[in-house]
């Protein structure tokens, strides 16, 4: 089996990813980078908004609910102003390679439910797992800082994965490539600096909504 990490995508993604998949297939000569960038755009919205949105909504009105959707908007606008700035008009061929990888990010969970992700080492996923049961049997002090080392972990991942990999599939120049080094690196500081932050405040029941939330994004098959 394979563990992953990964969310399930709205009915309009699905749908774009199912009618870029048959296109590919017909291998027509329409152009086709119009799909790419529209599920690369919204692979990139519904991650955020399920990693963070999400859980930020479930959460109690606090200064750390404002501080998650303030981290939230900054990642999605970075994020979302780095993709733009990297799609756009190319020919089939090289569109082809992005197409794939984001194939290979579509997959199903063990029941069967459409999801878009990665794999995650095991190793992660275990202890990931067994952090989350640890706070629901109320073993709070002892979790923290192991979630803290293993959401880092988790964040780095999919940086790699949405920002490093998929960019690998993308004829980027060296100017573009400069640019979208420097923006991962300023996402994943932030993310560091903020899961530092916001875990060691998390009182015992928001403890439970934010490993409850995640533990619904890891699975394996």
Known sequence: MTSYFGFAPSAQLQQEIEVTRQKAKL????PLYHHRDAIAQGVNAELIEHTLVRLVVDLPPNDKKDTMLKLANFIKEKSGALLGSLLGKADNKQVLQSIDFLEQSAHKN???ENRVGFAIPDSLYDQMQASFAGVANGDYRNQRDALKT???LLTDLTIKHYM???NKTLDLGMMK???AG???GVISTA???AIDKLIPALNEDELKIFTSHYAQLLYRV
Do not use: N, Y
């Open 27 to 30: 291998g027509s000569g329409e």
């Open 110 to 112: 063990a029941q069967g």
């Open 150 to 152: 293993q959401f880092k």
């Open 164 to 166: 490093e990999e998929f």
């Open 177 to 179: 490539r400069g640019l």
């Open 182 to 184: 420097a923006a991962k």
């Open 191 to 193: 993310v560091h600096v």
